[in-house]
């Protein structure tokens, strides 16, 4: 069943968002004692990740990691991983795992993969939409293979 929830504004879509992982989180933590978030890239998602880290939660139970990211250098402002920590969320939790792109593509594909081996299966996955219809890097008309972390090379 699709339920679709409409807000007047950016605003009221933030505290719906957040009101949404908060509930989330705490029956997670409820359930096994801790909660897995899977991040959105973008700027999108930024407002929510402000308003959660000024919310109170049960941080030492939250594990977050990432969705997508940029292979750019580690100081890269472009970088999901830094516009996130600059929220102050990563601050926050019990633990943070952003995808090591410095390293390049495969290496960090690679390690991620490695990351992720003992994460799953994670509580809540926050996934944005780009204009052109991608979600998490994957862009439409394209095969992607059937893996749980990949290197994108070629995006448009």
Known sequence: MTRWQVEAHADAVTEAACRRVGRAATDA???????????????T??????????????????????????????????????????????????????????????????????????ARPFDLVLLGLGPDGHTASLFPDRVWPDEPVFAIDDSP
């Open 29 to 43: 933590i409820a359930r096994h004692g801790t909660f897995r978030l899977v991040l959105a890239g973008g700027q």
């Open 45 to 118: 998602p930024l407002a929510v990740y402000r308003r959660l880290a000024a919310s109170d939660q049960q941080w030492s139970a939250w594990t977050l990691y990432l969705g997508d990211e940029r292979c750019l250098p580690g100081d890269d402002p472009g970088r999901n991983s830094l516009q996130i920590e600059a929220t102050g969320l990563c601050d926050r939790v019990g633990a943070w795992w952003p995808i090591p792109t410095e390293r390049g593509c495969a290496a960090a594909s690679d390690a991620y993969r490695e990351t992720l081996q003992g």
